[in-house]
């Protein structure tokens, strides 16, 4: 592990920016988690990653960046604590910039390499299944595929146009989005099948051979929202990752005091339940299940 | 002189329930007075911006007691994030968005989209918007106009806002952003955020008094100063504001007052290690001119900004 950047900090020890290294030379492959600090799913995805590498040689080069925003994984904040700027807003950053433009321009040059893989959690409100989210077109597909999580969301290509990965692809790289869990809590059983499926994904791309069983893998551009109507207290009957039928009840709005039914969400066609609402307080219109359906 | 008829209205733009079944509306009062433009003046995108409503509230004032005398329509947004400002928070509690990266929003989107939205909607008949802002919680500012570089109307109109410095700015705004959607805006800002700024208010109620009149919403004789009063700007390009930033951590204790006339290589301050008080760095001007931003929040990293200084 080697200390990639500091950041001197006014009242404690300074900011470090870690990045564990393992192999050399070409390809080379760079992972990212926590670059918003309460997504801890990723980081211990990373960490598990880390673990298989340290027993199996590499070929190529596989950065691994754990926790970009550590200052807030240590309070539970999504934001870099100081400011309360969010880090990935920041990319591409600036190397003469404020403290996260600083961080930002040093994750964008410690994940060099014409691959690169950002870990990220759901909000603290939301629980979502494990998968993978490319853009419609680019030398990701193949890859996120072989990540062999329940659902790949090919999604329009500007949605992946800013942020760390917007960074990336602006500066020619292939990039690929792992996803699940909530913020704020870890997961292990998301946390085990994300570190599976960068496994995979490694393996693909030819860094290791080891191989890893696959579930079949649902390819979509089509994700369905279903938002409440009312506003009040949701309470799911469904999980993340399970399958549904039409007209399968998908959870149930209540009165937040007294608890009289309001609304009841039903399934309008079959699919695999890649978000649910785990806050169970929501406004009128608020999402609260995403179902991805195939296509056709 | 002939009066048109004219009427005021606390109007409701639109009311976002709650999750426990209370309501929070956004409100708009209107002054319809005949034949003209149609101005809007809005403020507390985000609820840390207090100066704004402030601002606002002044206004009001003024023009119900000449309502009789206004031409068309001027719009008044007290507090556009009514939930935030609860909070003295900057973006929308619960969500955490800013709503100022919201536009043009969605009528069928979570709360904060739903408000962007119907904001969209009722801004776009405008001749001319009005935002009013505040600094960052972190800094205090003078009072200013930011205007995009490529329109000249409104840059024309932001000199006459009785401001220290307009800003015409080159960068595309933020996506998402009032100006982002609607590019002849003028944005005024001035003082502190979370906090109101002696003089502050005062000079940006006056300008934008002097902008109704400008535009011919208000006839300059029921302006509640002289017309001559009007601060005559420094005007500049990105070019000519130059931004002071700290090399090294710790607490920047500065020297200087906002609007101070400062040569260049004079200190601005200095940075000190926080628990010993060694001094760390002097920050010094990088040009002669003045002082449009300062720091008042102490604690820094290498790499915050400190001052801005404009060239005059």
Not at chain 1, 28 to 35: D, E, F, H, L, Q
Not at chain 1, 61 to 73: E, K, S
Not at chain 2, 41 to 48: E, H, P, S, T, V
Not at chain 2, 196 to 224: C, I, S
């Amino acid at each position: 592990m080697s200390a990639f950047f500091r950041l001197e900090s006014p009242y404690r020890g300074e900011y470090v920016l870690h990045r564990l290294t393992f192999g050399s030379g070409d390809p080379v492959v760079s992972i990212v988690a926590g670059v918003h600090g309460n997504e801890v799913n990723g980081v211990c995805a990373l960490n598990l990653v880390a673990g298989v590498l340290r027993l199996q040689r590499a070929r190529g080069t596989i950065h691994i960046l754990p926790c970009v925003n550590v200052f807030g994984a240590e309070e539970a904040r999504k934001r870099w604590p100081f400011d309360d700027r969010d880090l990935n807003d920041a990319f591409p950053g600036d190397p003469d910039g404020s403290p996260v433009d600083r961080i930002a321009d040093a994750v964008l040059r410690a994940t060099d390499g014409p691959l690169c893989i950002d870990i990220q959690t759901g909000s603290a409100t939301v629980h979502e299944a494990p998968h993978v989210r490319v853009p419609l077109s680019g030398a990701a597909q193949e890859l996120g595929r072989a990540a062999g999580l329940p659902v790949m969301w090919r999604r329009p290509t500007a949605r992946f146009d800013e942020g760390l990965v917007g960074a990336w692809r602006a500066a020619g790289r292939a990039a690929l989005v792992l996803r699940g869990g909530r913020g704020g809590s870890l997961d292990l059983d998301d946390a085990r099948t994300l570190a599976r499926a960068l496994v995979r994904v490694l393996v693909e791309g030819g860094f290791l051979q080891t191989p890893e069983p696959a579930v079949p893998t649902m390819v979509t551009t089509e994700v369905r929202e279903y938002r409440s109507s009312l506003g009040g207290f949701f309470v799911p009957e469904v999980r993340p990752g399970d399958r549904v039928v039409t007209r399968q009840l998908l959870g149930q709005l209540r009165a937040p005091l007294g608890g009289e039914p309001l609304e009841d969400l039903h399934a309008l066609a079959p699919g695999i339940v890649l978000a649910v609402r785990v806050y169970p307080m929501v406004y009128a219109r608020e999402l609260v299940v995403r179902v991805a359906e195939s296509v056709g | 002189m002939l009066r048109a008829a004219v009427s005021q209205t606390l109007e409701t733009l639109c009311e976002i329930e709650l999750p426990t079944g209370d309501a929070v509306a956004v409100a708009r009062r209107r002054f319809v007075g005949g034949d003209g433009p149609h101005v809007v003046i809005i403020a507390g995108l985000r609820g840390d911006t207090p100066e704004g409503t402030r601002v606002v509230h002044t206004v009001g004032r003024h023009l119900a007691s000449v309502a009789s005398l206004l031409r068309g329509t001027v719009d008044l947004y007290p507090c556009v994030n009514p939930l935030a400002a609860h909070q003295g928070a900057r973006n929308w509690p619960g969500f955490d968005v800013d709503l100022n990266r919201r536009f043009p929003g969605r009528s069928d989107g979570h709360a904060p989209d739903q408000v962007a939205a119907a904001l969209f909607a009722a801004l776009r008949p405008a001749t001319q918007i009005v935002e009013l802002r505040s600094a960052h919680p972190a800094f205090r500012q003078c009072p200013q106009a930011r205007v995009r570089a490529d329109r000249p109307v409104a840059i024309e109109l932001a000199a006459q806002s009785n401001v220290r410095c307009v800003w015409r700015y080159a960068a595309a705004p933020a996506a998402g952003s009032l100006d982002d959607v609607f590019p002849d805006l003028i944005g005024l800002e001035g003082g502190s955020g979370n906090r109101l700024t002696e003089g502050v208010g005062l000079e940006l109620a006056d300008g934008v008094l002097n902008l109704l009149a400008v535009l011919g919403a208000l006839p300059e004789d029921q302006l509640p100063f002289h017309w001559a009063a009007i601060q005559r700007p420094v005007s500049v390009d990105d070019d000519g504001i130059f931004d002071v930033r700290t090399t090294r951590g710790g607490l920047f204790l500065p020297t200087l007052g906002v609007w101070a006339e400062v040569e260049a290589g004079a200190v601005l301050g200095e940075v000190i290690e926080p628990i010993s008080g060694e001094v760390r760095e002097e920050l010094r001007a990088p040009i002669s001119g003045r002082l449009l931003a300062q720091r008042e929040e102490p604690v820094v990293y290498p790499g915050n900004l400190v001052a801005r200084m404009v060239a005059s």
